[in-house]
């Protein structure tokens, strides 16, 4: 193990210190033993849950623990973010793909709402169009 493996491990144990075990020593012995049994078993690991079903829980406590941090981290963070960004910009694309007949639906839903037809046209008359309307 390099000594900036060994820093990196070392700092990740102590940002995660209530969680795992205190000795550092102990738990950075326990990750060269991942590393070489990861090395022996010669597995292609392409996700963390594929790591986190090799780590025996018995035998790497702590490791097994940081691998399921490992993979909890990608849904608490980009994940939301993603749908709602994506809810974002369905509501968008359908309140702009909302007809005339549509808009006459949502006034009649709010019926204690009192619009005058002569209002409903001086207000579509004042916004942009895609096309020019020719009488």
């Given amino acids: 193990m390099s000594s900036e493996e060994r820093n990196s491990f070392q700092k990740l144990l102590e940002f995660y210190s209530p969680l795992v075990n205190h000795d550092v020593s102990t738990a950075t012995a326990e990750f060269k033993l991942w590393k070489t049994k990861l090395s022996r078993t010669h597995s292609v690991l392409k996700t963390s849950i594929d790591a ?3 780590c025996d829980k018995k035998i790497f406590p ?4 940081l691998l399921k941090i490992l993979c909890t981290l ?3 963070t980009a994940s939301p973010e993603r ?3 994506t809810l ?3 509501k968008t694309y359908l309140r702009n793909s909302m007809e005339a007949t549509e808009w006459a639906t949502m006034l009649s839903v709010h019926r204690t709402i009192q619009v005058t037809p002569d209002e409903v046209i001086d207000a579509m008359a004042l916004s942009s169009r895609k096309f020019n309307l020719v009488l």
Avoid: D, E, G, Q
Wanted: hydrophobic fraction near 45%.
């Fill in 88 to 90: 974002k910009r369905l």
């Fill in 62 to 65: 702590n490791v097994h623990y």
């Fill in 52 to 54: 986190l079903a090799l």
């Fill in 83 to 85: 749908t709602f960004s």
């Fill in 74 to 76: 990608p849904v608490s």
